[in-house]
């Protein structure tokens, strides 16, 4: 498979959001259009997409797949389970992108799943720090902790003022956190969006703009 961290393809949303949490709100393509499309669509889908995102190794990727095949059921509800977070995640963020207070449902299903997360993780060394790590028992929820430990990194410890929410076109409304130096950046994607966006006005201009080098009919 030679498609992880790279854009859009047939099976994989683009990479934009900036954080981990925001890539996992972003599975859902244009979710402002009147076309969204979900790119999760049951477990399988959900451990590839944390391939893809940098989230899981191919090797942890294989043992999920084994455990959903053993455990359908449990692969259903975690599934679930994820479909919930992802709503919650988005909520949040896109509370914040928009200067609103996120709802208290919202932070308490991130926070819930947060410490059940914890639970079952370790402190590892890693550098000159210690992080969480997941790297223990095969368990079919690890494929949300990840996520969620982004999300209240950012939470906690990121700048909330550089969550944004693109408009595209009035149909994306994708997530992503602004690293520019100035802060100005607007766009999920400058070549996507952003493009469409100047054609767009360029579009607009063009047909308010009268008629250049034209001359009325010719006289006898």
Request: some cysteine.
């Amino acid at each position: 498979m030679k498609t992880r961290g790279q854009g859009l393809t047939r099976d994989f949303p683009r990479l934009l959001g900036g954080r981990l949490c925001l890539h996992f709100a972003n599975t859902i393509e244009d979710p402002l259009s009147d076309a969204p499309q979900d790119f999760l669509h049951d477990y399988t889908d959900l451990v590839r997409w944390s391939w893809h995102a940098q989230a899981l190794e191919e090797r942890a990727m294989s043992q999920m797949g084994e455990l959903a095949a053993a455990d359908p059921d449990g692969a259903r509800d975690v599934f679930e389970r994820a479909l919930r977070l992802r709503a919650a995640v988005d909520g949040v963020f896109r509370a914040i992108a928009r200067g609103e207070e996120p709802a208290r449902d919202d932070r308490r299903a991130i926070q819930d799943e947060h410490l059940d997360a914890v639970r079952v993780a370790s402190l590892v060394r890693a550098g000159d720090r210690f992080v969480w790590s997941w790297t223990s028992e095969p368990d079919l929820r690890r494929v949300l902790w990840p996520v969620v430990g982004s999300a209240v990194e950012l939470l906690t410890g990121g700048d909330l003022t550089r969550v944004r929410e693109c408009p595209g076109v009035d149909d994306c409304g994708w997530l992503f956190y602004d690293t520019s130096r100035n802060r100005t950046r607007r766009w999920c994607s400058m070549e996507g969006c952003g493009s469409r966006s100047k054609m767009r006005r360029y579009h607009a201009r063009s047909k308010h703009r009268p008629d250049e080098g034209v001359t009325g009919p010719a006289t006898a």
